[in-house]
């Protein structure tokens, strides 16, 4: 017994013994819980988000659902590994209760996988949301392609790879032989995790947005960061299991790590959605800006005369950068173009831009918010006749 154990027991508190020598597996259960957790309350505020689904809720929303109910499915088959004898010293186990526990193991490997997969996904379709650039949307969409084989590979990979749990000891082997396959998994992962990193760089590299309104940008996308340091932990502590002559007992800690990289890719993907953020990325996407969030506020900000803030910069900026890149620099061929509504929400807003000869009174191109929820294209042209 432990000087704390004494000290507790001599003040009357009542200590937890789940955590025994041979039992770890409570380790896993507090995390998991933890994990799982997080992930169901980013995605009921994702939801929130998305409301009505039938005008917001998009392609990169169904792939984080899935990736949501992937996570959910992982912890489930885990909690059932736990049941069998994850955690818990390998002697003491009977031999169809190592098999239950492989067999579990195995379906969680391949629900970690496609949870990582639509994650990542979903995370580069909603970049894609964002922006109508031609150059930033086949970037995202070249990304997803990546990652959309990347998962597919994967899946086959460990799926076929020990999957015959009849015999323990040749299982074992396949464990031991299975660790270059793994770590090209984490190799191919991190090279992903990278372009999504890269992703929100590209997407405000060349906006005219003070520096400080792109940073808050890409610092939304890059709370995934951690991500492939967590993935290499668990690498590293998967293949000391394998080395290992007590596998449950040894994969404890890789099973934390597991869920930490998994349920972070989930909630990393939602992030960018919350409100702070959605003001800065007023764009394109416009799904779920001030005006959804806090329609009060807006309109109390409208009728004080209040300028507009610095967090429509990035949208000001974003908005010229689309129509520079479709032709709309000086000169419009049509005199008035609709563009079509820019939110699917029907909010009450609309950008106009105005295209007039350079003077010391008018820029070149202006960006003007109007109570419309279309955008308009027009020209004013001065024509001076004189009779000769």
Known sequence: MTTLT???????????????????????TVAMVLCLTCSCLFYIFRLTTRWPFAELF?????????????????????????????????????????????????????????????????????????TRARRHTMASLVVSMVIAMWGFACTIIVGVACSDFDDIDAFHV????????????????????LMLLALPIYLVWNLHAPFSTKFIVVTAFWFRLPISALGGLRLWNLMSAFDSPDVTWSLVKTAVYTQAEMHLCIVSATIPCMRPFLRLFNTGYLSTTTGQMDPHDMYRKRAAGKPRSRSNTLSESMSRSRFRDRGFKRQVKNPEMELGPLRPDHA????????????????????????????????TVDIRVSMG
């Open 58 to 130: 998009r392609w990169d929303d169904v792939l984080i659902t899935l990736a949501t109910l992937f996570g959910f499915g992982q912890a489930v088959a885990t909690a059932s590994s736990i049941g069998s004898g994850l955690g818990q010293r390998e002697h003491n186990l009977s031999q169809d209760a190592q098999r239950h526990t492989y067999w579990t193991l195995w379906i969680s490997n391949v629900l970690y996988i496609l949870a990582l997969c639509f994650a990542r996904a979903g995370c580069s379709l909603f970049i894609y949301r964002l």
């Open 348 to 379: 009450d807003t609309r950008n106009l831009i105005e295209c007039r000869k350079p003077s010391t009174v008018v820029d070149a191109e202006s960006l003007r918010e109007h109570g419309s929820d279309q955008i308009m294209v027009r020209r």
């Open 6 to 28: 004494r000290q507790l027991e001599h003040r009357g508190l009542v200590y937890s013994d789940a955590v025994s020598a041979n039992d770890h597996s409570p380790f896993i």
């Open 174 to 193: 396949c464990l031991k032989q299975s660790e270059p396959q793994w770590i090209g998994i984490f190799a191919s992962g991190s090279v992903t995790e």
